[in-house]
């Protein structure tokens, strides 16, 4: 009885952590935000290049408070962070910045650093008061991107031509655009795009005719509420192995879509009130009318976010 309590008690004072292999100390470590990663090379030496070698980073300037000093060492432990790395490959880089935590200069430093790591998920997200940003060319023709999530009240500057030959997932969330033709340049660029995902809440995002045509597009979530405009705005789908479409949309006046053969589920949500005009109601009757195959569909009456 005793052997077995000193056993016990022997158990509990051993650091059964510090004795697994690095590989996976530093797959845990990617379960936490970066900034809480890094305090963890003051555990002991052993720990202190273990959090360089993660496969995900995640840094966030949202919670950060204050301005001047915070966000210069937010930006030098970034610096630093990629400096020191050790490993060749990253699977996933985000990046959520806000007001007074943005240089364009070492932002476009940090997304060539990942792109040369062979980042396979980027995301980005900006509260800044800049209107327009410029990413470096490098990420408009990453060979290794799979998913890409771009998302703030700003302007991308898309250069031509974009191709990402790897790029399965795209989300665009409250951008603003140069033009249709810009919107549609993203998208020829993306040969094997399986899901998008695209929110227009700006009142002015230059795109009156929104034209999805994609042959390998399976999932296509859409929401519009960008109103406030004079621009009379259409919706444009040919995406005949489309099998999931949510659609949330309280602006569109023309829904031109071709047959959705493969559709398996649909969730639509549209604004019904009295003072909509004719051409909404028979915009959403005649894509009701295109989806007969749908196995499953729900439909719902929404109110505008900001409503």
């Not at 202190?48 to 408070?65: C, G, N, P, Q």
């Not at 470096?136 to 991107?145: A, D, H, I, K």
């Not at 951008?175 to 929110?199: A, H, K, M, R, Y």
């Not at 639509?268 to 004719?278: A, G, L, Q, V």
Request: glycine share 4%.
């Amino acid at each position: 009885m005793m052997d077995q309590s000193s056993k016990l008690s022997d158990s509990k004072g051993k650091d059964r952590i510090s004795n697994l292999p690095d590989e996976i100390l530093s797959h845990i470590l990617c379960f936490m935000p970066t900034k809480y990663a890094a305090r963890t090379s003051l555990l002991s030496t052993r720990w202190k290049s273990i959090w360089t070698s993660v496969h995900i980073i995640d840094l966030d300037s949202f919670s950060e408070r204050g301005h001047n000093e915070r966000s210069s060492g937010f930006m030098d432990f970034v610096d630093r962070l990629l400096l020191l790395r050790n490993s060749p490959n990253l699977n996933k880089f985000r990046l959520r910045c806000r007001f007074g935590y943005y240089n364009p200069y070492r932002l476009n430093s940090w997304i060539c650093t990942v792109i040369k790591l062979n980042v396979k998920e980027l995301v980005l997200n900006f509260k800044i008061d800049q209107l327009v940003v410029e990413l470096p060319r490098s990420l408009f023709t990453s060979v290794n991107l799979v998913v890409l999530k771009l998302a703030g009240d700003v302007f991308f500057r898309f250069p031509m031509p974009v191709f990402w030959p790897s790029l399965k997932v795209l989300h665009l969330h409250s951008l603003t655009f140069l033009d249709d033709d810009s919107f549609q340049n993203i998208l020829s660029g993306c040969p094997v795009l399986e899901e998008l995902d695209i929110e227009r809440t700006n009142r002015g995002d230059n795109i009156k005719t929104l034209c999805i045509c994609s042959s390998t597009l399976k999932k296509l979530c859409m929401y519009n509420s960008s109103s406030g405009t004079s621009l009379q705005h259409s919706v444009v789908i040919k995406a005949p192995v489309l099998e999931i479409f949510q659609l949330n949309d309280f602006v569109s006046s023309v829904f031109d879509v071709d047959e959705l053969p493969s559709l398996v589920k649909a969730n639509f949500s549209f604004y019904f009130e009295n003072h909509r005009n004719k051409d909404y109601y028979n915009g959403v009757v005649g894509l009701l009318g295109k989806i007969s195959n749908v196995q499953h569909l729900e439909l719902s009456n929404g109110i505008p976010q900001g409503n």
